[in-house]
């Protein structure tokens, strides 16, 4: 079992930074794929970017590329979603998903999910 945790969500501006942190509890972590997903009002949850066990390996939305960064540090049971020149529809709440599979880009393939953390893009 992977208990997860979202901060560093808040409201900026434009073309500011801002970095996701997701903290898992557990033994296995590292034995886990990670993904981030998000969901805007109205709108389905969809994938933003996964990385596999060993942080050998990522993939990206098509939106977000080149602009998010994921990471891991398996040492101390966390992940990271870097987010820079944000947009306005950027705007959701990010969620960190774990996956017993890798390069899964759809949240049915998630066994574990945090609560969430908003972000909010004022244009």
């Known amino acids: 079992q992977v208990h997860l945790v979202e901060s560093g969500g808040g409201l900026v501006q434009a073309g500011d930074s801002l970095r996701l942190s997701c903290a898992a509890s557990?033994?296995?972590?590292?034995?886990?794929?990670m993904g981030w997903f998000r969901q805007a009002p109205g709108k389905e949850r969809e994938f933003v970017a996964l990385?596999?066990?060993?942080?050998?390996?990522?993939s990206y939305a098509d939106s977000v590329k080149g602009r998010f960064t994921i990471s891991r540090d398996n040492a101390k049971n966390m992940v990271y979603l870097q987010m820079n020149s944000l947009k306005s529809e950027d705007t959701a709440v990010y969620y960190c998903a774990a996956s017993k599979d890798y390069g899964l880009e759809y949240p049915g393939g998630y066994d574990y999910w945090g609560q969430g953390t908003q972000v909010t893009v004022s244009s």
């Open positions: 990385i596999n066990r060993s942080a050998g390996s990522t």
């Open positions: 557990g033994r296995t972590f590292s034995s886990y794929g």
